[in-house]
Nanobody, 111 residues
Framework: VQLVESGGGLVQPGGSLRLSCAAS????????MSWYRQAPGKERELVAR????????NYADSVKGRFTISRDNAKNTVYLQMNSLKPEDTAVYYC?????WGQGTQVTVSS
């Protein structure tokens, strides 16, 4: 199993980023996918989850209305569109599936 995140970076408050997670080594279309994040000194927390078909999603209260998780089963890729970013969104963002983690991608929100 391999999960490779990309799309992180430095963005100003109010800005947007789209994270991608390319998956391989398992049946992507049959697997729920999740994004987690971990800020310095804090525990890793669930940000968003999407079921295998993409019809069901759920979000942490702190990102509802600002973040959108989606997937493309033809490309074995899950996305996290992040809008109206805040400094408190600064963290390493991880893709998760079937007990496996990606390496993470850093998101920094700062002016």
């Amino acid at each position: 199993v391999q999960l490779v995140e990309s799309g992180g970076g430095l963005v100003q408050p109010g800005g947007s980023l789209r994270l991608s997670c390319a998956a391989s080594g398992f049946t992507f279309s049959g697997s729920a996918m999740s994004w987690y994040r971990q800020a310095p000194g804090k525990e890793r927390e669930l940000v968003a989850r999407i079921n295998s078909s993409g019809r069901l999603t759920n979000y942490a209260d702190s990102v509802k209305g600002r973040f959108t998780i989606s997937r493309d089963n033809a490309k074995n890729t899950v996305y996290l569109q992040m809008n109206s970013l805040k400094p408190e969104d600064t963290a390493v963002y991880y893709c998760y599936a079937r007990f496996y983690w990606g390496q993470g991608t850093q998101v920094t929100v700062s002016s």
